[in-house]
């Protein structure tokens, strides 16, 4: 597995304004790669430089060894585009806009037929873009982006605005254009949307990258903190529970515990007390840090700010 | 480098036709101002009327022609800007199609529409226009859509400065009806006042005045070689102009 996006000291300003800010990162081959981060950061910015929307001040982008802004046109023939809050001509229909967009691709299109059925759209052919609800819009904008038989796929914040079902929806279509060994990268502020779907996430803040790994790694490596609440009847559980080392416990009266420490050994450390002391538990939840808690640490702010 | 565009035109060419208002608006509107026009001022006159009035002769049916294409014009720059900042026009960059390929189209899907317009108006005013009508028909076509396209440039400039798609329509319409005032349709350019002499002279539509006057009344094309000339260095000029200010997104 190669990269096939190398980003390397990209910035772009739009006047006074640092939009994005010495970015450099890879994306590898087959991977679903997420620019996370919240609002005004930069994502967008970022992904349309590799787009080749838009030029960088300074830095290197190199796309499938390509050369974004120069070689465009080279560029647009083997990668697939979401664009933020785009639209389409409100009376296009969909069999229109995939029977165009085929049209504009020098190689063989994928069937646009075959296509509309994978996205669920088959009974919507004929239906004009403005009369699409949001999700079926963006099932179409996924046709579009997949109609040239990609090698990369850039999705930007794809499921924002839609309701949970069509969000999960979305997902699994992602998942699916992964399984087609395409490569997708995409932006999101959704942290659950980064969790379920990147393999390996970049966190952006105010256009600087603030670190780039894999969720699970990401979290274990900022937030090691680990919480598990708990209910007994047992009248010497605080006592008990105190002697686990590095740990924190909090009684919250009627029998309920929350016991705070670090590391990955907490949970076991904790069920290790309760079996041998064999203590009768009505309720037991360990709370587990996740990138929301991880971009809270490393900015300071949580993204909904 | 026009890849597609055979495409986009015919999609183009659908969708404005699904428009509510958008085929009645552009095609039947001119065709019918110009016969109810027509039939007031021209009442009871016939082809062999002694002095039949010359606004009837050759100004009423140059003034719809340039109705027809001040319309497109305006319709144009209303879906530009309405393609901007929808992201339509952001959406279609983002293919291996060219920016030139995409204004192209809609300048094509224009020059049609202003050629059927014109052709339902030439077929009706053959049977209900008082005096009938009498030009070479071919020649004024070409004619109109020279001056349409020469219009269409002007129309580029403009899209490429309305701040929004709101504003589109009334800007438009604020620069270019007013030129019909000194295009000397209504006055002869030489009887105005020296500041809108000047004026008229800048404007592409005095040309393509007197170009489509000439011609429906018979004109040969070599009389009019420095009207063309002028249309398209109006072409060249504002093309120049719109490349440089145009905004994508």
Partial sequence: MGSVIQVSKVRKTYGATVAVDEVSFEVQDGEIFGLIGPNGAGKTTTMECIEGLRKPDSGTISVLGLDPFRQVYKLQERIGVQLQQAQLQKRIKVWEAVDLWASLYRKNAVDGERLLEQLGLTDKRNAWFMNLSGGQKQRLFIALALINDPEVVFLDELTTGLDPQARRAIWELVRGIRERGKTVFLTTHLMEEAERLCDRVAIIEAGRIVDIDSPEKLVSRHCPERTVVLATDDPNAEERFRSIPGVEVENSG???????????????????????????????????????????????????? | MLHGLWKLTWIELKIFMREPLGAIGTILVPVVIFLVIGRTVGRGLTPQSVGVNSFVRVGLPVLASLLIAVSAVL?????????????????????????????????????ILTAATLLLMILAGKRYYPIGVHAPLFSFTVALLISTWSILSVGFVIASIVPTARFAQPIGAVIFYPMFAVCGLFVPV????????????????????????????????????????????GFVVCTAISAKVFRWE
């Fill in chain 2, 75 to 111: 319709s144009l720059v209303t879906i530009i800007s309405i393609y901007r900042e929808g992201g339509i026009l952001k959406r279609l960059r983002a293919t291996p199609l060219r920016p030139q390929t995409i204004l192209t189209a809609h300048v094509i899907v224009k020059l």
């Fill in chain 2, 190 to 233: 030489t009887s105005l006042p020296p500041v809108f002499h000047a004026l008229s002279r800048v404007l592409p539509l005095t040309y393509a005045v007197r170009l489509l006057q000439g011609i429906w009344t018979g004109d040969l094309w070599s009389t009019h070689i420095g009207d063309l000339a002028a249309l398209a260095l």
């Fill in chain 1, 254 to 305: 009627d029998g309920r515990f929350i016991i705070c420490g670090r590391g990955e050994e907490l949970v076991t450390e904790v069920i290790r007390c309760l079996s041998e002391n064999r203590m009768r538990v009505t309720d037991f939840r360990t709370i587990l840090p996740n990138l929301e808690d991880v971009f809270l640490k490393l900015t300071g702010h949580s993204i909904r700010e």
